[in-house]
């Protein structure tokens, strides 16, 4: 999960939104409850929230990624309008813009009605990400004892298989390319002239380029790649040499 920034509210939402939710609330009053809207109805009620406009203006501030588990929509399903708090509960939410985010249809399942407004999970618009979880081998863990973190990861089944095979497979890309770090350094270190040292270190900085696109917050899983990338010591020895090189 990596922190996100919630974009403008879109001219389609300011200018309905207001009607959108009078129609829900006055259903709401007729039946009773939202349960008891008759589905057909309750669907063409609050069917708005999934406008093609709306989609257009908050899938771009995820990168078109899931906010929570960072995966692509050909891996975990189509990216869909979720509502931070359920609408099941807080339909006066439910075509809230600051109420959105863009999830995978695995994640939006495993939320399913968990109401937020009692038990809060993590919101990537408002919380930051990086003060919460951190990364353990290919397992997501809270801070500390951060509840809200743990909640997180259960409400959501973070670590399920799902996403801990993609963690795993970069996990063994990263550990690759930090090995070819230390044969990179090991190999400037002994360079014997200027031409070689130049080469060595052209070298050296390629691969660091190719570990940090890795970390570009377009990429799935940046995040998980970033953490990893923050205490990998190959990594931060080889930009301090990069960093001293230049300084001369």
């Known amino acids: 999960m990596i922190k996100l920034s919630r974009p403008q509210k ?11 939710l009078k129609s829900l609330m006055d259903a709401i009053q007729k039946y009773g409850s939202f349960k008891e809207i008759p589905k057909d109805e309750k669907n063409k009620l609050t069917s708005h929230y999934r406008h093609d406009e709306i989609k257009a203006a908050l899938f771009p501030s995820s990168f078109n990624k899931c906010a929570f588990c960072e995966g692509k929509p050909q891996e975990n399903g189509n990216i869909e309008v979720e509502h931070f708090l359920p609408k099941s509960i807080y339909p006066s939410e439910t075509f809230s813009w600051e109420n959105f985010l863009p999830s995978c249809r695995k994640c939006n399942d495993s939320k399913l009605a968990h109401d937020t407004g009692v038990e809060p999970i993590i919101n990537p618009y408002d919380d930051e990400p990086d003060e919460h979880f951190r990364y353990c081998d290919i397992l997501i863990k809270p801070v500390k004892d951060d509840q809200k973190a743990q909640k997180t990861i259960s409400v959501l089944s973070l670590n399920s298989a799902r996403l801990m095979k993609p963690r795993a497979e970069i996990l063994i890309s990263l550990h690759s390319f930090s090995s070819a770090l230390e044969e990179a350094i090991q190999d400037l270190e002994s360079a014997d002239s200027e031409r070689k040292r130049m080469h060595k270190t052209r070298k050296l900085i390629e691969s660091i380029e ?15 790649c970033k953490s990893y990338l923050n205490s990998c010591a190959p990594f931060l020895a080889a ?10």
Do not use: C, D, F, V
């Open 210 to 224: 190719i570990m940090e696109q890795l970390t570009e917050t377009h990429k799935a899983y940046s995040g998980y």
């Open 239 to 248: 930009k301090e040499i990069i960093s001293t090189l230049h300084n001369l």
């Open 10 to 20: 879109p001219a389609i939402l300011t200018r309905n939104e207001q009607a959108w």
